[in-house]
């Protein structure tokens, strides 16, 4: 089998944060347990006591992924090749006697996979995944103890699994049923679902647009789940413990969110506590959930670190199970070991030698026995209709809220994180430069009240955002991440970044937005819902800024505005105003940084200072309330470069434009030419110490990130503003070491380190080097010109993305393959049909909804 195509290194610098974060000691989450010595008593121990009655395991034992180290990486197949499975063929379904050490095969399958088992309550029956040989989803089954009764539940093009029994005799579980993709990888998103018994009437209870794991349910009815999200913020370090009730309502952050680089995952109840154990994934996780063994008291709240208390030392434990709070069972490698809370290990049970040898892996260990239903939660729903309603006391009741004046917030701009309907690479690009990896969508605004409390309808099950904004329409406060309502649902929230251990403090007084009916969310008029930078913001920029930041020269010969270039023209994979907007931090967005709860005014419209440049103050720059206001929310929205998924993958010169490694001699001629050039006339003063010049349209250099300093005379040497590929000859490659009097800026030659007058590196253009370097430009304007941006003339979307489009039912699977596409309107009904439809009820359903 085939490796993953190797990403490119434009893509794999848009990951410098993550190996950034490297350097950045984690969150202690409480002291390691000292490490033990093996001890060969514990099971006899834990049978006397809490392992008393039970007589048997089960487990599953299964190949793993073995080429892709992602914890979810292990259902569907690669964006870029159906053909490649993130699965591997062979598993089985044992039960394993304590007393005999005799392993009873339940079901097994050679090209199947198995995963996932749980007893039901009263211990007679395993509820399951399974991907029959031959077959390409998993779906829920349940089969007797002995093997008879196989029973499928759930069906579909789509992969069903993680299930667990509910105390009302549903099934939640989660699915790739949702029709979208990981944000920043190649393979598919699966969120929560629940269905009946029977596998009957499957609906979402989340919106995630990135994965839901292991649904369990906690003692007080309660599910506890992983939900991995990065609303504005780093995309591999925010993967923690949230609870929602059965039917989805009340979903809460239950711990972790606001302390990154850790994946909790696979969490279950320790009986007779309010404690949980989980496995505590490092970093951005490991294959198959391997991680720390780590016991979590709630009590203190979601925020406090030493409530985590890890129990191994080594980190490759998984699937953990508690039977107390002093007696524990997990998998490790093809065996099942039993740990105590200090740390002492006995290893029971091993796959049989035959397995190992093929590859197999012992996961999901449980118990054999009967167990007491959790508590029922009525429900909180009313299927037919599409909307919830959200009450939020005071706004101004928060953490981190210092300096926010009563009655200064009047409004909240509603934002929808929006599913991606396939992606190809590890990074965001070309949707932001280390930025924002998803669009987001204008809903509209409701109000706030002078007390704080706003009151307003939510369309259901869509990921919704707060931006609290001032008089002006500037942020004052932003969510970094999202709230979902469920059909029928009113929820509450006590302020903005409410603190989850404090109560609303006693008052005689209701929030005055709850004296009205709710408020319906009001559009804003005059933008598009969804912003694209070359088509709302690229005019605003011609008519405000290129006069003077654009690519003529001044009166004596060098160039405009302090070298800010913020004309439309197209770099190797942004335009040239989109990228150094970006790296002259014009605007103010959460990048893909490790970092939550921001001040007020620090994040968003009031922290960017593109706006500041456009009031008047600036050269008499004066943007219209219209042109205000669009910039403004396109700010507000993750200031993305395309309005489209459509554009990932696509139009890039050194970015993940085909699905193979750029060969510079094949793909490349003139860069040998054009190095070669550079190391003779350039390296004098563009070198290691200096700025290095990048050699070709897909070299680095290593400095993307690099901040230019207006008073700096060096260029910024990234690839994304020396090559014009719309006017090769306004390259600044080619600009700054071309003599002035021959229409080049002069930056470069003879004195250009000293304070002696530059004359430039090139007298005229006929000087053959000079032609080598326009050859290159030359040649990437045309092969850009093949390829096509997602703003020019001609773009089609990747085969793989109408694909996708087809496979969801939004094209047709009769369309030609040279039939024009508009992607702006596809992704509209995409997104579109994924909202929730309110549907007729039947008698058992209307009579719930009709409770109090």
């Known amino acids: 089998m085939k490796s993953l195509p190797r990403i490119p290194r434009s893509s794999s610098l848009a990951l410098i944060g993550v190996l950034l974060s490297a350097l950045v000691a984690p969150v202690a989450f409480g002291a390691a347990a000292a490490a033990k010595p093996p001890t060969a008593r514990l099971l006899e121990k834990f049978r006397a006591g809490p392992m008393a009655g039970v007589e048997d395991l089960i487990f599953a034992a299964r190949k793993v992924n073995d080429t892709d180290g992602?914890?979810?990486?292990?259902?569907?197949?690669?964006?870029?090749?159906?053909?490649?499975?993130?699965?591997?063929?062979?598993?089985?379904?044992?039960?394993?006697?304590?007393?005999?050490?005799q392993f009873t095969t339940v079901l097994d399958d050679p090209r199947g996979g198995i995963r996932d088992p749980q007893l039901h309550y009263d211990g007679r029956k395993i509820l399951f995944s399974y991907r029959p040989g031959g077959t390409e989803q998993y779906h829920l089954y349940e089969i007797n103890l002995d093997g008879s009764g196989l029973r499928q539940l759930t069906n579909g093009a789509y992969d069903d699994f993680e299930p667990t029994y509910l105390p009302d005799g549903g099934i939640a579980f989660v699915s790739t049923r949702c029709k979208r993709w990981v944000n920043c990888w190649l393979t598919q998103v699966a969120i929560l679902h629940r269905c009946d018994g029977d596998g009957g009437n499957v609906r979402p209870i989340s919106s995630n647009n990135e994965q839901d794991n292991t649904p369990w349910p906690l003692a007080d009815g309660r599910l506890l789940y992983t939900r991995w999200e990065y609303v504005d913020r780093s995309q591999v370090d925010y993967h923690h413990l949230w609870a929602a009730n059965p039917d989805g309502t009340n979903q809460t952050n239950w711990f972790g969110n606001l302390h990154p680089k850790i994946v909790m995952i696979d969490a279950k109840p320790i009986p007779g506590s309010d404690k949980i154990i989980a496995s505590f994934s490092p970093g951005h996780g490991q294959r198959e959930h391997a991680g720390t063994v780590t016991i979590v008291d709630p009590n203190a709240g979601p925020d406090t670190p030493a409530s985590a208390r890890p129990i191994t030392k080594s980190n490759q434990y998984r699937d953990p199970w508690a039977f107390s709070e002093e007696a524990f069972m997990a998998a490790l490698g093809p065996a099942v070991v039993l740990l105590d809370a200090g740390g002492a290990q006995q290893e029971i049970c091993k796959l049989p030698a035959e397995d190992i040898a093929a590859g197999l892996w012992l996961h999901e260990p449980r118990p054999l026995q009967a167990r007491p239903r959790e508590r029922r939660i009525p429900e909180r729903i009313n299927l037919a209709t599409a909307q919830g309603t959200l009450v939020l006391h005071d706004i101004y009741d928060g953490r981190n809220m210092a300096g926010v004046k009563r009655g200064e917030i009047k409004q909240l701009l509603v934002l929808e994180s929006l599913p991606m309907p396939i992606h190809f690479t590890g990074g965001m690009d070309p949707l932001s430069y280390g930025g924002t990896f998803t669009l987001e969508r204008i809903v509209g605004t409701v109000p706030v009240e002078p007390d704080g409390s706003a009151y307003f309808e939510a369309p259901?099950?869509?990921?919704?955002?707060?931006?609290?904004?001032?008089?002006k329409e500037l942020s004052v406060k932003r969510m970094q991440s999202f709230f979902t309502v469920q059909p029928g649902e009113t929820t509450s929230c006590l302020g903005c970044h409410e603190q989850r251990t404090k109560s609303p403090p006693p008052s005689n007084r209701r929030a005055l937005a709850t004296t009205r009916r709710a408020s319906r969310i009001q559009p804003v008029?005059?933008?598009?819902?969804?912003?694209?930078?070359?088509?709302?913001?690229?005019?605003?920029?011609?008519?405000?800024?290129?006069?003077?930041?654009?690519?003529?020269?001044?009166?004596?010969?060098?160039?405009?505005?302090?070298?800010?270039?913020?004309?439309?023209d197209h770099g190797p994979m942004f335009s040239h105003s989109y990228y150094m907007l970006t790296i002259a931090r014009l605007f103010s967005d959460g990048r893909n940084q490790a970092k939550s709860n921001y001040a007020p005014r620090t994040l968003g419209s009031s922290a960017s200072r593109l706006l500041q440049l456009v009031d008047g103050s600036h050269y008499g720059a004066k943007a219209t309330p219209a042109q205000a206001r669009t910039l403004r929310l396109w700010i507000e929205c993750g200031a993305p470069y395309p309005g489209t998924y459509a554009a990932l993958g696509t139009g890039m010169i050194g970015g993940y434009a085909e699905n193979r490694p750029v060969d510079t001699d094949v793909d490349w001629p003139q860069a040998k030419a054009a190095a070669a050039v550079i190391g003779t006339r350039c390296i004098s003063c563009h070198n290691e110490a200096t700025r290095v010049l990048p050699r070709t349209l897909a070299d680095e250099r290593g400095l993307s990130f690099w901040r230019p300093d207006p008073n700096d005379p060096r260029l910024n040497t990234s690839r994304h503003i020396v090559f014009n590929l719309s006017r090769p000859e306004k390259s600044l490659i080619l600009l700054a070491p071309l003599a002035r009097g021959a229409g080049g800026w002069g930056l470069c030659g003879p004195g250009a380190a000293e304070a002696?007058?530059?004359?430039?590196?090139?007298?005229?253009?006929?000087?053959?080097?000079?032609?080598?370097?326009?050859?290159?430009?030359?040649?990437?304007?045309?092969?850009?010109?093949?390829?096509?941006?997602?703003?020019m003339p001609g773009f089609q979307p990747r085969p793989d993305w109408v694909r996708e489009m087809q496979r969801y039912g939004v094209l047709p699977s009769t369309r030609t393959a040279s039939a024009p596409i508009d992607p702006y309107a596809v992704e509209k009904t995409y997104w579109e049909s994924l909202w929730y439809q309110p549907r007729r009820l039947d008698e058992k359903e209307r009579l719930t909804a009709a409770q109090p």
Not at 460 to 470: F, N, P, T
Not at 529 to 558: N, S, W
């Open 70 to 101: 992602h914890w979810y990486a292990n259902i569907g197949y690669y964006a870029h090749d159906p053909n490649r499975k993130a699965w591997r063929e062979g598993a089985k379904l044992y039960r394993w006697s304590i007393a005999t050490g």
């Open 460 to 471: 259901a099950l869509r990921s919704l955002i707060l931006v609290a904004l001032d008089e």
């Open 756 to 791: 002696a007058p530059r004359d430039g590196v090139f007298a005229t253009t006929d000087d053959p080097d000079y032609q080598k370097l326009l050859a290159l430009c030359a040649a990437g304007q045309a092969r850009l010109d093949q390829i096509k941006r997602f703003d």
């Open 525 to 568: 008029a005059g933008v598009p819902d969804v912003m694209d930078f070359p088509r709302d913001v690229q005019p605003i920029l011609d008519a405000l800024c290129v006069k003077c930041h654009g690519y003529e020269a001044t009166p004596d010969g060098g160039p405009r505005a302090g070298r800010l270039l913020l004309t439309g």
